[in-house]
């Protein structure tokens, strides 16, 4: 049974950093990611990775703020987010494909398969 498990979330003041954390389970996955979802928004992609290696990508918002890694024993994800603003503030999501298959594209929530049930982040202007 795959499962993702998130963990990290809180309040936090504008300017500050936070680290969320995933525990992968189940299996293996082609693609590990980030989104979040905002009150009202539609969900969005954050930051991900192949499992095969290569250079991390990120949404534009964040570039440069955040940062994902994995662990040296491959099951945990984990997002760095620093310079935190109000706009920041959403539910975050662990998300994992099979497919490493650039054919479908990384930043779009449809095309993962496995979700956490999400930490929230709130920003304090």
């Known amino acids: 049974q795959v499962q993702l498990v998130e963990s990290g979330g809180g309040l936090v003041q504008a300017g500050d950093s936070l680290r969320l954390s995933c525990v992968a389970s189940?299996?293996?996955?082609?693609?590990m990611a980030w989104f979040r979802q905002a009150p009202g928004m539609e969900r969005e992609f954050v930051a991900g990775?192949?499992?095969?290696?290569?250079?991390?990508f990120y949404a534009d918002s964040v570039k440069g703020r955040f940062t994902i890694s994995r662990s040296n024993a491959k099951n945990t994800v984990s997002l760095d987010m620093n310079s935190l603003n109000a706009d920041d503030t959403a539910v975050y999501y662990c998300?994992?494909?099979?497919?490493?298959?650039?054919?479908?594209?990384?930043?779009?929530?449809?095309?993962?398969?496995?979700w956490g049930q999400g930490t929230q982040v709130t920003v304090s202007s």
């Open positions: 998300a994992a494909r099979t497919s490493d298959s650039s054919s479908y594209s990384v930043f779009s929530q449809f095309t993962y398969e496995y």
């Open positions: 189940g299996r293996t996955f082609g693609i």
């Open positions: 990775f192949w499992s095969r290696g290569g250079t991390p």
